[in-house]
């Protein structure tokens, strides 16, 4: 979500262990730049691995439409197959119907494996994009195990499952309505193919409910936005008296339009300014206007850049630690 969570993760791992990877979707970093510090796929490559080289980096999301522009994915995915580990291979925003998904998987996997035969997959997708079933992940692995050789198949290592959950940004928190039984049910379908599982929008779960999906046998979870809202939230504190640097971090907000997503059509941005900055502050931390108000702020405050860094990293840390011991 910016430098800041990435150095921190990076730090985290070296003290305790290659616990946390990184997982970039096509708007954060893709091979012509992202919002994640500017950085495209060879230069986060290059960045992390010069921190950490045995670090597991992912493409999360890579697919058609999954970028700024409706593509086919397959440029981006050249530079996937050549610096990152895993592929996470996402078809379905696309291609909704189950046997087109199912045959453009395989063709991104093939067509992957054709530039780097080494690299790894994860394969379906989450809740927000297209829904599955027990039965259709059934229908989705046991396709793949047919369609696919032996060696194409023993190169997918995640699966993504669901559980009925989302994310809703506005209120930071975790939505939709939890169901333990279809996770279970989709845990053992996927152990069936000696897979492992992954589910997204784990995002403002509590450690409890983090618990339970580890407990009946979920391997892995994603989280993004939450940490980049801890990021905005530390922002907010310090800026605070400051009321023309918080406005103006308001506008450059509100014109970046990366909150539209999120909010429902009748939304009031100009009565919920505190929000919107907490919805998508974490978009526009490479912005220059950004970084010129940031300067300002340290320039009136004394606080400089290093210091808060520093103070965004701690909080960042005890959130990061609280997963480990969840």
Not at 189 to 215: C, G, M
Not at 240 to 249: F, K, P, Q, R, S
Not at 319 to 326: D, F, G, H, Q, R
Request: proline residues 3%.
């Amino acid at each position: 979500m910016s430098i800041n969570v990435v150095d921190t993760a990076l730090e985290y791992n070296k003290q305790y262990g290659p616990i946390f990877g990184f997982i970039p979707s096509r708007r954060q970093v893709d091979y012509n730049g992202g919002y994640v510090n500017n950085w495209n796929t060879e230069a986060f490559y290059e960045y992390v691995k010069s921190k950490i080289s045995d670090i597991i980096i992912q493409r999360d999301h890579g697919g058609p439409e999954q970028g700024y522009h409706d593509d086919d994915g397959r440029l981006s995915f050249s530079y996937d197959a050549k610096y990152f580990d895993l592929i996470h291979v996402d078809p379905w925003k696309k291609y909704p119907n189950i046997k087109d998904g199912i045959h453009e998987t395989i063709d991104i996997i093939r067509y992957c494996l054709d530039l780097n035969p080494d690299i790894q997959f994860e394969v379906g997708t989450e809740e927000a994009i297209r829904s599955f079933s027990v039965n259709e992940l059934e229908l989705f692995l046991k396709s793949l195990e047919l369609e696919l050789s032996e060696n194409e198949f023993q190169k997918i290592k995640y699966v993504v499952i669901q559980s009925g959950v989302g994310l809703n940004l506005c209120k930071m928190k975790n939505t939709g309505n939890y169901n333990q039984d279809c996770l279970y049910d989709m845990i053992q379908v996927v152990k069936k193919y000696n897979k492992l599982t992954k589910e997204h929008n784990a995002d403002y779960l509590s450690y409890r409910e983090i618990q339970d999906r580890f407990s009946i046998g979920l391997d892995a979870i994603n989280i993004a936005p939450e940490l980049g809202q801890i990021e905005t939230c530390v922002i907010i504190d310090l800026l605070h008296g400051h009321d023309d640097l918080l406005e103006e971090l308001f506008q450059i907000c509100y014109n970046s339009k990366r909150w539209v997503k999120w909010v429902p059509r009748d939304y009031d941005p100009i009565n919920n300014k505190l929000e919107l900055i907490k919805i998508c502050g974490h978009y526009i931390l490479s912005d220059k206007k950004y970084e010129e108000l940031m300067k300002r702020f340290s320039d009136k405050s004394g606080i400089n850049e290093n210091e808060i860094s520093m103070i965004i990293r701690e909080k960042i840390k005890k959130y990061l630690k609280s997963l480990v011991e969840a």
